[in-house]
C-alpha cells in the first residue's frame, strides 16, 4: 500500500483538473512531520488525511492536527523555520504551497455541543503503518462524534472494504455509545457497495 502523503499526491493532482488553486498538500504534509519531529511533540493526523491513509482516496480542504495547545506553543518556533504562519488561533498555513492546517486542541470542546472534548493525541490507536496517523477505530470515533455529513458518509466509505471479521473488530472497539450507530451505517456501506458493483 503506498504512502499516506503518495495517495494524497494523486488524490491533489487529479482534483486539480477541476480545481487548478488545491495546494500541495503532500509537501505540506512532509514539512509539518519534519517540524513537529523536531519539535518532539506528541501529535496524531485525523481528518480527510486520515481518511485517505485508511483507504478512501478523496479530496481535502486542510490537514486536520490532534495536539495539545502547550505543545503546539513548544513546536512553533520549529513550524515556523519549516514556513508555517500562524493565521488564528486554529489554523496554521504552509507559505510555500498555500496549503492550511486545522488545529484541534487537545481537552477543547467540539464544535458540536454536548459531546466529549477533544482526546489527547497520546490516548488514541496509531496506524502500524505510519504512527503519527490515527488507527481507524480512533478515525471513527472521530468521525462518529463530530457527525457532520462529511463525517458520515466517510465512514460509510471506510466501511465498504472491510471483510466481516474486521468491520466487527472496529465495531467492538468503539464506545457503547457510538456503536449503536455503526450497523446502520454499515447496511448502507454493504448497500452503496453492491450498487457499485451492479453499476
Known amino acids: 500500500m503506498e504512502s499516506t502523503a503518495a495517495a494524497l499526491a494523486g488524490v491533489t493532482a487529479f482534483a486539480r483538473a477541476m480545481r487548478p488553486d488545491l495546494p500541495a498538500f503532500d509537501e505540506a504534509l512532509a514539512a509539518l512531520r519534519e517540524a513537529l519531529g523536531r519539535a518532539a511533540v506528541p501529535y496524531a493526523l485525523v481528518g480527510g488525511l486520515a481518511v485517505i491513509h485508511h483507504g478512501y482516496l478523496r479530496t481535502t480542504r486542510d490537514l486536520d492536527l490532534l495536539v495539545g495547545r502547550e505543545e503546539l506553543v513548544r513546536a512553533l518556533p520549529e513550524l515556523e523555520r519549516a514556513g ?26 467540539r464544535p458540536r455541543p454536548g459531546v466529549p472534548p477533544y482526546p489527547d493525541p497520546r490516548s488514541l490507536g496509531r496506524s502500524e503503518r505510519e504512527p503519527d496517523v490515527v488507527a481507524l477505530p480512533a478515525l471513527v470515533d472521530l468521525k462518529l462524534t463530530a457527525g457532520r455529513h462529511q463525517d458520515l458518509a466517510d465512514v460509510v466509505a ?42
Open 84 to 109: 508555517f504562519l500562524r493565521l488564528a488561533e486554529h489554523r496554521l498555513r504552509h507559505r510555500a504551497t498555500g496549503a492550511e492546517v486545522d488545529l484541534l486542541f487537545a481537552g477543547e470542546a
Open 158 to 199: 471506510l466501511l465498504k472494504p472491510l471483510a466481516e471479521d474486521d468491520y466487527l473488530r472496529l465495531e467492538a472497539a468503539l464506545r457503547p455509545e457510538l456503536r449503536r450507530s455503526l450497523p446502520g451505517l454499515r447496511r448502507d456501506a454493504l448497500e452503496e457497495l453492491a450498487a457499485e458493483r451492479r453499476g
